[in-house]
Every structure is written in structure tokens, then in C-alpha cells.
């Protein structure tokens, strides 16, 4: 579906501006050339004919009706003008008649000196590693803010820009039609590192960023014990989202031993992030429950060690207290003999 961006409709109210002032001008400068010609002065004038003196104010031919007709004319273009840019406003302001679920929102927070970006999927990238990432030819909503102090989110070759105010937020969209590389910008004096305050801006393909996505929400989880040996068997790991309640589907996700590969699993099929409850039981009671948190906003690589279960535990205590009984009792045995011999010694 062709969506008119906002380039379009701005470069659309510049030519039509363009064309008519270009036209007005060419009439104005024709018409005044014509009567500088038309009435100048040859010397051929006649003692009867009525020529203005220097300083009288002209009172207009016929009755003032060239003068009305170009005030009305004139009259009936800029209120035109007016009318028709106002119209044209009004989409830039409230954006493309699109469907929500052809739109990308995003989340954009302003920092002295760099850009945080949140998607509506999870996933958060910053001026510091990819930018901002979009698809060409997708409508994408901003909502902007700021940590700090005052900044101004802009985008020069997309037409963009919108405020960036602590406490307050602004929306806005764009649209992309070509793949390439852009780069957002501060418009508002913010400190010292306003003028290195930007950011990449990168429109890939719909494909190109369905993949890109992919990648991002990949979560790669390795098991191994104390002694830096992978499990592989006798546990079950479960991926419960931290705010569960708000989403329409679930997102839980329980994966047994035998989906692992040598102990670790590579999770591709999630498609929210954001914050994951981890939670690792073992299904013989061989290892002690792990339970953690998981931020799942871009590719995450984990390895958790697991420890020996409480039984285990316990079993293992048993047996020194074992080993260490049998010593005391081998060491007292020992002590009783060389005592017996000590007095065999001596009675002798």
C-alpha cells in the first residue's frame, strides 16, 4: 500500500507555492512592463490630454474596476492557498490513514548527549550500537521524550521533528520510501554535546527487517555444573513474561531436557521482549531451582551453573561425618595399641 509521506506532502506545498508565486510574479512584472511601455513618456503628449503630476495619488480607470479585479483575484488565491496548506497540515499532524497493525511504533527518549529507541515488540537499541532501525514504506509513530533537559528529535531528509520535554511526551510519524541511511538529529541547544548528539537511522526492506528482528529477539541458554560440564538431562527450564497480564496471548514458555543440545538451546520463536522470569527445576531433584530475571531486548547469551540439590547436599555432609567418625575411630585404635605396647615395654 503507497503511503504519502511527509517529504511528499511538504514538497507538494512548496511546488504549488512555487508555481503560483512564479506565475503572480511573471504576470505582475509583464503587466508593469506593459504600462511602463504603454505610458511612457515620448514627448508626444498632447496640451489637452490629462496626465498626473508628480505627487498626485491616480484615481483608477474605469470606476476602479482593474483595481477591484485584482484585489479580488488576489483575494481568492491566497485564501485558496491558505485553505488548501491548511488541509494538507492537518495529514502531517494526524498522520496516514493507515490500519495500527501496518504501523510501527516506537519509543524515542532523548539524553544529554544520545537517543534511547523502544519498539512495541521489546526490543531497545540506542545511538550507541544500531540506531534507530525501521522498514521502508511502513508508517512509523514516535512518541518522544526526554530524561534530562529540553531536546528536539529530527530527521532533515524525512521531514521530522518533534519535542523532546522531560515529563511530557509528542507524537509523530514518518515514512521511508527507499532503503538507505539517514541520521537523527538535536534541534535544541542542549549542553555541551548537543552538537554530537545523533544517531543512524537505518530503512531496511520488509524483509531485510523481518530478519533483523529475528535476530534480535534470540535468546541462547547453557547449562553446566560446577565444574564447567554441560547438563544435559534431569531439568526443565520455563520463560514466563514479567507483565504476562497485559499482553492478549501468553507468554510462557517451557522447554524440557530433551529440546536442549548438548546442554544448551537456542530460542528463536518468542516475539515479545522485555523482562522474562527464568526459572531452571530439576525433574530429579539433582540440582537446586535457579530463578532469575531476564532482560530480552536484543540477542541475549546466557549460562546459568547449576549446584547440587539439598538431598545431595545433605548425603554428601553424611558422609564426611562418616569418614570423619572412621578416622577418630582408626586414630583411637591406633593411640589404645601403642599404649598397650608402651606398657608391655615397661613391665618388662
Given at each position: 500500500m503507497q503511503v504519502q509521506t511527509r517529504v511528499d506532502i511538504f514538497e507538494e506545498i512548496f511546488l504549488v507555492f512555487l508555481g503560483l508565486g512564479t506565475l503572480v510574479g511573471v504576470v505582475v512584472v509583464a503587466y508593469t512592463l506593459y504600462n511602463a511601455y504603454k505610458y511612457r513618456d515620448n514627448g508626444d503628449s498632447k496640451a489637452d490630454e490629462d496626465l498626473p503630476t508628480l505627487g498626485e495619488l491616480p484615481t483608477g480607470g474605469q470606476g476602479g474596476k482593474k483595481l477591484f479585479l485584482s484585489f479580488g483575484l488576489s483575494a481568492i488565491i491566497v485564501i485558496s492557498l491558505v485553505v488548501w496548506s491548511y488541509g494538507m497540515l492537518l495529514v502531517v499532524e494526524d498522520g496516514p490513514d493507515?490500519?495500527?497493525?501496518?504501523?510501527?511504533?516506537?519509543?524515542?527518549?532523548?539524553?544529554?548527549?544520545?537517543?534511547?529507541?523502544?519498539?512495541?515488540?521489546?526490543?531497545?537499541?540506542?545511538?550507541?550500537?544500531?540506531?534507530?532501525?525501521?522498514?521502508?514504506?511502513?508508517?512509523i509513530w514516535t512518541e518522544v521524550t526526554a530524561r534530562d533537559v529540553w531536546h528536539t528529535f529530527g530527521i532533515s531528509e524525512l521531514r521530522v521533528k518533534a519535542d523532546a520535554i522531560p515529563g511530557e511526551t509528542d507524537e509523530t510519524w514518518f515514512v521511508a520510501e527507499e532503503d538507505g541511511d539517514y541520521m537523527v538529529e538535536c534541534f535544541e541547544l542542549c549542553g555541551f554535546g548537543h552538537s554530537g548528539m545523533t544517531s543512524d537511522v537505518e530503512v531496511l526492506s520488509e524483509e531485510e527487517f523481518e530478519q533483523w528482528v529475528d535476530e534480535q529477539l534470540t535468546m541462547e541458554i547453557t547449562l553446566e555444573d560446577e565444574n564447567e560440564e554441560r547438563v544435559t538431562d534431569g531439568f526443565e527450564l520455563e520463560l514466563v513474561h514479567e507483565e504476562n497480564d497485559q499482553f492478549?496471548?501468553?507468554l510462557s514458555f517451557t522447554y524440557a531436557d530433551d529440546e536442549f543440545e548438548n546442554g544448551s538451546i537456542t530460542i528463536g520463536e518468542i516475539e515479545q521482549g522485555g523482562p522474562y522470569e527464568l526459572t531452571i527445576t530439576s525433574t530429579d531433584d539433582e540440582f537446586e531451582t535457579i530463578e532469575e530475571s531476564v532482560d530480552f531486548t536484543g540477542p541475549t547469551d546466557e549460562t546459568y551453573t547449576v549446584e547440587l540439590g539439598a538431598e545431595d547436599d545433605e548425603t554428601d555432609?553424611?558422609?564426611?561425618?562418616?569418614?570423619?567418625?572412621?578416622?577418630?575411630?582408626?586414630?583411637?585404635?591406633?593411640?589404645?595399641?601403642?599404649?598397650?605396647?608402651?606398657?608391655?615395654?615397661?613391665?618388662?
Open positions: 493507515t490500519p495500527d497493525e501496518e504501523a510501527l511504533e516506537v519509543e524515542v527518549e532523548g539524553w544529554a548527549f544520545g537517543w534511547d529507541f523502544t519498539y512495541e515488540n521489546g526490543i531497545e537499541t540506542s545511538d550507541t550500537d544500531h540506531g534507530l532501525v525501521v522498514p521502508a514504506d511502513t508508517p492478549e496471548e501468553d555432609d553424611e558422609d564426611e561425618e562418616a569418614d570423619e567418625e572412621e578416622e577418630e575411630t582408626n586414630d583411637d585404635g591406633d593411640s589404645d595399641e601403642t599404649d598397650n605396647d608402651a606398657e608391655e615395654g615397661g613391665d618388662e
